[in-house]
């Protein structure tokens, strides 16, 4: 049906007009919003932290811990070890004060209370322990207990500056422990073959690195030490 002013049925009818600009606008973001939102629910893998001793990811999830042995570990997680030395100290009972070094045994030596397992302990433990067995004799005193210098060491050898034995007091890498040595012997350092030696398993296994990739920066994930590794950087062989 014609209109008399020309038009017709359909330029009335608002299902048969587009939708104005605004509402096109309004839909197309709605639909990025519906497809960003959809994007944002999708899990993502978990970041794990690198193990320090090994450099590889762990899932705390999935991983078994193996047993931690008290020589190998003592630097990571305090426990203590033969030959550290201890002071025992009493905020009233002072003259049970006392510094000991934990003998081979893993034992103290104690006045008044005997022999007393130390090795293998952490400082925690181990005062936890002493003021349960001196109790009858102190009552609610306070023990305290200080690692004053632990054992734990390393040995550096070979064309470095100070060769000799490293003391642990925190986790070290070889980089570090050369430096400690005094740094390599420009001379006669050959870097990318350096050794570490290592106890594992009761069997005595080595690790060839490349610290001179290290010292340019490029090299891999940092090789963290363990108490009693054997350092050796080898001298440069000379071709006449």
């Not at 509402?23 to 919003?33: D, E, F, G, I, Q």
């Amino acid at each position: 049906m014609n209109r008399p002013n020309g038009g017709s049925d359909q330029d009335n009818d608002p299902s048969c007009n587009p939708a104005p600009a605004g509402w096109r606008w309004l839909t197309a973001a709605l639909v990025l919003l519906v497809v960003w939102l959809a994007a944002g629910c999708q899990s993502s893998q978990p970041v794990f932290p690198i193990d320090p001793y090994g450099a590889q990811a762990v899932n705390p999830a999935t991983t078994a811990l193996a047993p931690l042995d008290a020589r190998t570990a003592s630097n990571a997680t305090n426990w203590l070890a033969e030959g550290d030395v201890v002071s025992i100290t009493f905020q009233y009972s002072t003259n049970y004060n006392v510094v000991q070094k934990i003998a081979l045994d893993g034992m103290l030596n104690l006045e008044t209370v005997g022999p007393v397992k130390a090795a293998g302990r952490s400082v925690v433990e181990l005062q936890t322990e002493l003021a349960r067995i001196y109790k009858p004799q102190i009552k609610d005193d306070v023990v305290t207990v200080k690692l004053l210098s632990s054992a734990d060491s390393v040995y550096v050898s070979g064309a470095v500056i100070r060769p000799g034995k490293i003391p642990m007091e925190r986790p070290m890498t070889v980089l570090e422990a050369v430096m400690e040595a005094g740094g390599f012997d420009p001379n006669r350092a050959n870097l990318s073959g350096v050794i570490v030696l290592r106890l594992e398993n009761g069997k005595q296994k080595s690790h060839i690195l490349n610290l001179r990739r290290a010292l340019r920066g490029r090299g891999e994930e940092p090789f963290y030490l363990k108490p009693f590794d054997i350092i050796y950087v080898p001298t440069k062989t000379f071709n006449f």
